[in-house]
């Protein structure tokens, strides 16, 4: 059996560094740091993000490519307008400031999982959703004060899906059943943000590009180029 150590991650690419800020900001109870090493003649920054699946744990690792060697913070917020950059030193208020850790060169364990071709891992459960609505009170039935789940946004078979993972821990023999419910979406959204507010007559539903109306419970979208799961 492989040791943990030899174990590579599964890379996923992001399409951009906001959208993997807006992953590593989805927990509101720490700050997560993001590893930053040079691969070719780029940057690449990223975050593993583990998902529960069957027996174990399948870590993901998110990353996407930079033009210049990042700076010592990736500074962030969703409210007011969604921003993302690099700085030398951390910003306050409304700022959330990822520490970046430089390695040199990039971890074997990351090498290895960056020079693996695409594959798609099977096991998946998913569950296709009536519309975004239903999708949405899923998000708000998992949003609390510590975090919230994000909504994974990527093409398939000549669609967009917008999916939100939420595993059953301790079924059967399994340690957690993977379950992702889905939307088909009519085209792909172009907002960092899907905001849902509940009302007599039914959900509202409003794509934004920050998170400041205390109404609506938010999802933050990540888009990812290649989903690694089957559906």
């Known amino acids: 059996m492989k040791t943990a150590s030899k174990r590579s991650p599964v890379p996923v690419e992001v399409e951009d560094l906001a959208s993997l800020a807006r992953l590593v900001s989805t927990r509101a109870d720490y ?15 990223s975050h593993i993000f583990s998902i529960p699946f069957g027996r174990y744990s399948i870590p993901l690792l998110l990353y996407t490519a930079l033009k210049e060697p990042p700076k010592a913070y990736l500074v962030y917020t969703p409210l007011e307008h969604e921003e993302t950059w690099f700085s030398n030193s951390p910003e306050t208020g409304r700022f959330i400031s990822f520490p ?3 390695a040199h060169p990039a971890p074997d364990f990351i090498g290895k999982a960056l020079s693996l071709p695409l594959r ?8 296709p959703l009536k519309n975004m609505e239903s999708l949405m009170r899923l998000v708000s039935a998992l949003t609390d004060e510590a975090s919230s789940p994000p909504i994974w946004c990527f093409a398939n078979k000549g669609r967009y899906l917008a999916g939100v993972f ?10 957690a ?4 419910y889905y939307v088909e979406l009519d085209r792909k959204p172009t907002t960092p943000f899907a905001g849902y507010r509940p009302t007599s007559a039914g959900g509202v539903i409003e794509y934004t590009y920050s998170v400041s109306d205390a109404r609506y419970v938010y999802g933050r979208i990540v888009y990812v180029k290649f989903f690694p799961f089957q559906i």
Do not use: C, H, T
């Open 31 to 45: 700050i997560a740091p993001l590893m930053a090493y040079p691969n070719g003649d780029k940057y690449l920054i």
């Open 100 to 102: 970046v850790v430089e």
């Open 120 to 127: 798609r891992i099977r096991g998946l459960v998913s569950v």
């Open 166 to 175: 939420y595993p059953v821990f301790e079924y059967y023999d399994s340690a």
């Open 177 to 180: 059943l993977p379950i992702l």
